[in-house]
């Protein structure tokens, strides 16, 4: 849909004189009944016609005839009298005229007389036809056109007044329901969407209404994200093309409050006026019914439906409905709707239509007000998009002053505006109670996260993660990015966590996640902690230096998730903890990170058997523990930069281990040997370990694909070999041959050996090894190696049939190239800079796969022989 054509959609032209056309008889019903029904319609604001407001001079018959047509919907008034007018039975005929041929929406209303009475012309009708057939004036075809309106009329949905106690409840369910057929028949523009076009437009061309098949369409999202609004607007537009209709709102509420079974006799009601509204509607649809289904093209909206069990108790099978028949559902339960024809997901508002629906609800105009320009982008920041946070503070921050903005922008950041909270916390009580923990966890500690890293955590936990985080994405609590990062909307977050404060809004101690600097420094600093808390997440850039009692984690007995960081990565302790240590952690951590521990070592009690992660970077640790200790779930640990440490842990029982990661622990003399013997260590970091002399190993290593030796200035000797090793960094290194124990690593992608100053062989056990050709685009960097010449560049290269980079700057003992450089048929790179090459071989005409050749700086080349051509 264009937005030409939406304006005109949406044109104000197009609305109709009066909202409600009252039809009734005067004699027995304009002093009591009608006239409070009608004052009811006022105090609404409807524009309602009734026959006392004819202008004087205006002929009755023409002027009702004039006002029927200038009506959106019809409220028949049936009383006892009523057919003893011909005015009311005219009115009657004119009014289903306009229903069949304009679509006019029609309410029967049953005062103070039976339905049948009036459908089958029993009882007061009766009589009044009698006499009506008495009269010479009246013609028969006139009497039978009066008794078809009057069959047509009561097989509508509609009011029976002897089903109320009071007058005063009847009058107010049938304003509801007036109220409610005109909010779906309004045109769009009345309520001032904004950011609806695309949106419409493209749910419209789902719908394919030109088609014959049954389409159903889902409209998923977050709470607020406008579904609702979108289906109605959808369904004002299109039901006219169908032959019945039914907008079913609020399913989820109302399915609560009065049971799926009412909301299918009002649905059944609606899509086959002749049933009684009142009457009972089987789960299992009678064959008459079916019948009478699948012959009818119907419209039919289900809005907020959060279950299956919602969807299915409504309408069982789509197939039941006739040719052509199209129905759209909205829910924030993705998997509700994971058989429906397509699902299309409601995503947030781009900041410039944000703006526009916030300054219409704040200002009532589409730009903010002078002054308030700063403090409109920052409420804009924070409804991200949303909608219903957009109005709702709109509304609430309208005609405040530019101090009360700024208080409650302030307000929010604590608390949430209760209005959108209750929405968005709806989907919360939908999940059982892991989903309830996985989604706290996330919007406390890990939104951003890897989803691996998450489900190995929360699995530790016995959270049964994997299903948990399908549930909180189709129920649009979260999101998977394309990079398999789980994100939450801001607004969710904070929805998450008011309701963990909720749990004891006076002590943090007391809450089962602690993640506001403020309150978490409270809790440790005064020993303040419970057993009800199970994490607790810290950034120490954001405090002052915190002394802790020997106890402060010993009555944390249930805690999980334990992380102080430190964005200002150098920093070094910002917790101290007495000289006597800690007397314990607890037993359930699954996530300990401590930036800037003091101690020498983990407290002795502490039993890591649920440990997943394990960092504790920029420490004063020596070691981690004594022994060997159960660490079955462990599956990586970080010491970076832990520049006293001495000695690493026999990991013998970390048996799923992947990655360990040692860099600059300048004091670490040898790894233990078990670390290289264990069947699931994916990443070995001992970048700057400069006191590591050896790194050997007759274990062939099962996982190990990155090893990282970069800086290691003392090591001369390495025999480490993995089939699926696929990057290897030796620069800066002491090694003076070349490893021959790589060449069984097929998979190897990169081998870094640069400014290996003593390189200057091949390892003796190189005929050991079988020479593979099956390296897949090997990048191989040699630079700096100053020992480096032709002939030991020749073993090096032998065989390495698929190197695609070479890299050799400042070699400086290199002056020419091996002769059979052309056995690299693979070559795409080589660089030369800075070296002391004097020729090139001719031989290097025939590396037609190469690309690059760089020689700036090469001051003694000489000459240079005939290059491939496709340099």
């Known amino acids: 849909m264009t937005n030409q054509q939406m304006v005109n959609y949406a044109s104000p032209s197009s609305l109709k004189t009066y909202d409600v056309f009252l039809s009734f008889r005067g004699e027995d019903t304009r002093d009591n009944f009608t006239s409070h029904l009608h004052d009811a319609l006022k105090q609404t604001k409807l524009e309602t016609y009734i026959d006392y407001r004819l202008r004087k001079g205006d002929e009755i018959s023409q002027a009702l005839i004039q006002a029927i047509q200038d009506s959106h919907v019809s409220v028949v008034i049936f009383s006892p009298k009523y057919a003893t007018s011909k005015w009311c039975l005219d009115e009657i005929t004119k009014i289903m005229e306009c229903k069949e041929d304009q679509g006019q929406v029609v309410i029967p209303v049953f005062y103070k007389i039976e339905p049948t009475h009036v459908r089958k012309q029993e009882g007061s009708f009766q009589q009044a036809f009698i006499e009506h057939q008495r009269d010479p004036k009246i013609t028969n075809d006139k009497v039978q056109k009066w008794r078809a309106a009057l069959t047509q009329a009561t097989n509508l949905a509609g009011w029976d007044y002897q089903t109320y106690r009071t007058e005063a409840e009847f009058i107010k369910d049938i304003v509801k329901d ?29 719908l394919e209404i030109g088609s014959r098949e049954i389409r159903v369409i889902g409209i998923w999202g977050m709470g607020g994200i406008g579904k609702t609004t979108l289906a109605i607007a959808l369904h004002a537009k299109l039901f006219s093309q169908f032959e019945g209709h039914c907008f079913l709102s609020n399913v989820r509420e109302r399915s609560e409050k009065d049971g799926l079974d009412v909301l299918r ?56 409905l006739g040719p052509g028949s199209r129905v759209i559902v909205t829910t924030r339960d993705k998997h509700i709707i994971s058989h429906v024809d397509e699902i299309y997901e409601v995503k947030e508002l781009n900041d410039r239509d944000s703006l526009q629906l916030f300054c219409l609800n704040a200002f009532r105009e589409k730009h903010p007000k002078n002054g308030f320009e700063e403090l409109s982008e920052s409420v804009i920041a924070y409804c991200k998009g949303n909608p219903l946070a957009l109005k709702v503070l709109g509304a609430h921050l309208r005609s405040r002053s530019e101090q009360a903005w700024n208080s409650e922008l302030k307000k929010l950041q604590k608390i949430p505006n209760v209005k959108f909270y209750n929405v968005l916390k709806l989907s919360f009580d939908d999940l059982d109670h892991t989903e309830q923990d996985i989604f706290l966890d996330i919007a406390c500690f890990l939104k951003g996260e890897y989803i691996d890293r998450i489900i190995s955590l929360l699995e530790a936990c016995n959270f049964f993660p994997a299903i948990g985080i399908e549930v909180l994405a189709d129920k649009s609590l979260i999101t998977i990015s394309d990079r398999n990062t789980i994100e939450m909307h801001d607004l969710i977050q904070e929805m998450g966590w008011n309701i963990v404060r909720q ?59 334990l992380k102080f960081y430190n964005e200002e990565w150098s920093s070094g302790c910002k917790i101290y903890l007495p000289t006597n240590g800690l007397k314990s952690l607890s037993d359930k951590l699954s996530y300990l990170q401590w930036h800037g521990y003091c101690l020498e070592s983990l407290p002795s009690t502490f039993s890591p058997k649920l440990l997943v992660e394990l960092s504790m970077p920029n420490s004063n640790l020596q070691k981690l523990w004594d022994g060997v200790q159960n660490l079955v779930n462990l599956k990586d640990i970080n010491l970076g930069f832990c520049q006293n440490l001495v000695e690493v842990p026999d990991l013998s029982m970390a048996t799923n281990l992947k990655q360990l990661t040692l860099v600059q622990c300048k004091s670490l003399r040898q790894v233990h040997p078990s670390i290289l013997s264990l069947p699931k260590l994916q990443v070995l970091d001992l970048e700057g370990c400069t006191e590591i002399e050896s790194l050997q190993t007759d274990v062939h290593l099962k996982s190990l694909q990155n090893l990282r030796l970069s800086n290691c200035s003392s090591l001369k000797e390495f025999s480490v070999s993995s089939v699926e090793l696929e990057r290897l960094w030796f620069d800066g290194t002491h090694i003076q041959e070349f490893p021959s124990s790589i060449w069984c690593c097929a998979k190897l992608k990169l081998i870094n050996i640069q400014g290996c100053d003593n390189l200057d062989g091949v390892g003796n056990k190189l005929s050991h090894y079988p020479r593979t050709a099956s390296f897949n685009g090997l990048f191989l960097v040699l630079s700096g190696c100053k020992q480096l010449n032709a002939s030991n560049l020749y073993f090096i290269l032998d065989g390495l049939l698929c190197l695609t980079s070479l890299d050799l700057e400042n070699c400086c003992n290199l002056r020419t190239l091996p002769d059979s450089i052309d056995l690299l048929p693979s070559l795409k790179y080589l660089r030369l800079s800075g070296s002391n090459v004097e020729s090139l071989p001719a031989s290097i005409k025939n590396l037609l796969m190469l690309r690059d050749l760089y020689l700036d700086n090469c001051m003694k080349l000489v000459s240079m022989p005939e290059l491939p051509q496709s340099l």
């Open 178 to 206: 007036v109220l409610h057929k005109l909010n779906l028949m309004y045109p769009i523009e009345l309520k001032r969407l904004i950011g609806i076009e695309g949106n419409f437009a493209r749910i419209e061309s789902l």
């Open 265 to 320: 006799r009002i649905l059944f009601s609606e899509l086959l006026p002749g049933e009684n509204l009142h009457a009972h509607v089987p789960k299992v649809e009678s064959h008459f019914i079916m019948r009478r289904l699948r012959r009818k093209k119907v419209f039919v909206v289900l809005d907020d439906v959060a279950s299956s069990e919602q969807l299915e108790g409504l309408i069982s099978d789509f197939n039941c």
């Open 503 to 561: 749990e004891s809004l006076e002590n943090p101690g007391r809450r089962s996640r602690l993640w506001d600097p403020e309150e978490v420094c409270d809790v440790l600093k005064y020993n303040r902690g419970t057993e009800s808390i199970e994490g607790i997440i810290l950034d120490l850039s954001k405090i002052e230096d915190l002394h802790l009692s020997f106890d402060t984690f010993t009555k944390m007995t249930n805690i999980r998730f």
